[in-house]
């Protein structure tokens, strides 16, 4: 089983509407959890962090936390086309703070 | 401001020849340092993380390996290319603390021929 998994999409919502990305993970004491965009041939860059049941907001973005079923979402109210990227999920297990895992990232389309 | 600095942007090398990339970092003491390798379509693979001088963690054996000579200074070598190291290579910093977020260099483009 992969530590961060993501449906490799694409995801295609068309401009306006909330776009949905999700992720799992399978160590269940995971603490830390991120979300990054990635535009194609750049590195990626961070959108939020998540560390605490529940929603976190910031602008159109809203990370949801649910530990108890290890899920972790993105919501992006409002799409434009320049959010058109891959969006990864990054998780800290809890066996190395240090370590820092990605998923593979799902990649959305937002159409005029 | 904290800066992570990687080069070169892109590099084309044989098979069979040696690489060295550099990634230096600026703004920040004891920083946790990141190697991580893309390839083509595919999502980062964790590849050397170092929590200090000298103190290297290999996630993934392979002909690559790391260096950490200096605080800021993370190296990734290796003495003979694969066509299979092709990638898009990255640096990444973490500040010490259990909740901190991680953030990346330009990244090196890497093309084994």
């Not at chain 1, 961060?4 to 990305?21: M, R």
């Not at chain 2, 898009?88 to 991680?102: K, P, Q, V």
């Amino acid at each position: 089983q992969k530590e961060v998994e993501q449906n490799s999409g694409p995801l295609s919502v068309p401009e306006g509407a909330i776009a949905s990305l999700n992720c799992t993970y399978s160590d269940r004491v995971s603490q830390s959890f991120f979300w990054y965009r990635q535009y194609s041939g750049k590195s990626p860059e961070l959108i939020m962090s998540i560390y605490s049941n529940g929603d976190k907001e910031d602008g159109r973005f809203t990370a949801q936390l649910n530990k108890a079923s290890q899920y972790v979402s993105l919501l992006i109210r409002d799409s434009q086309p320049s959010d058109s990227a891959t969006y990864l999920c990054a998780v800290l297990p809890n066996t190395g703070f240090q370590k820092l895992v990605f998923g593979t990232g799902t990649r959305l389309l937002v159409s005029p | 401001s904290q800066t992570i600095h990687q080069w070169p942007a892109t590099l084309v090398q044989p098979v069979g020849s040696p690489l060295s990339l550099e990634c230096t970092v600026e703004g920040t003491s004891n920083p946790n340092l990141y190697w991580y390798r893309q390839a083509a379509g595919r999502g980062l693979q964790l590849l050397f993380y170092s929590i200090g001088i000298g103190q290297i963690s290999s996630e993934v054996p392979q002909n690559l390996s790391a260096s950490r000579p200096q605080d800021r200074q993370f190296i990734l070598s290796s003495k003979k290319l694969l066509l299979s190291d092709s990638g898009f290579y990255l640096c990444a910093r973490r500040s010490r603390g259990r909740d901190t977020e991680a953030f990346f260099g330009q990244g090196t483009r890497l093309t084994v021929v």
